[in-house]
């Protein structure tokens, strides 16, 4: 499975973008998934994750109340929307499907991880 995420820019403190993260195979539907991000100098954050039919989700206290991630299993895509976005948002954030049919927050749990999509929030 190859994931191939999309959607960083660079933005203003409180514009919003979208990410998307295509899986190259149907299968992913049965999968949970997650998106994660790793600024510079700092280690890598869970963002949230979802389960596969697009329940369970979980959202670090970070982004909670900002940002939505979701998923269109017939597009074999998920989708992290992100408002409000502030420049502690600023990194690269990178999707992975899970080993599970459940997101987790513990990057073990994901055996297959896209490229990453960089996104810098301006003061």
């Known amino acids: 499975v190859q994931l191939q995420a999309s959607g960083g820019g660079l933005v203003q403190t409180g514009d919003s973008l979208r990410l998307s993260c295509t899986a190259s195979?149907?299968?992913?539907?049965?999968?949970?998934m997650g998106w994660f991000r790793q600024a510079p100098g700092k280690e890598r954050e869970t963002v949230a994750f979802?389960?596969?039919?697009?329940?369970?989700?979980w959202y670090s206290d970070s982004v909670k109340g900002r940002f939505t991630i979701s998923r269109d299993n017939y597009k074999s895509t998920v989708y992290l929307q992100m408002n409000s976005l502030k420049p502690e948002d600023t990194a690269d954030y990178y999707c992975?499907?899970?080993?599970?049919?459940?997101?987790?927050?513990?990057?073990?749990?994901?055996?297959?991880w896209g490229q990453g999509t960089q996104v810098t929030v301006s003061s």
């Open positions: 979802i389960g596969w039919n697009g329940g369970g989700t």
């Open positions: 992975a499907a899970s080993r599970y049919a459940t997101g987790s927050s513990r990057a073990h749990h994901y055996n297959y």
């Open positions: 195979r149907r299968t992913f539907t049965n999968n949970g």
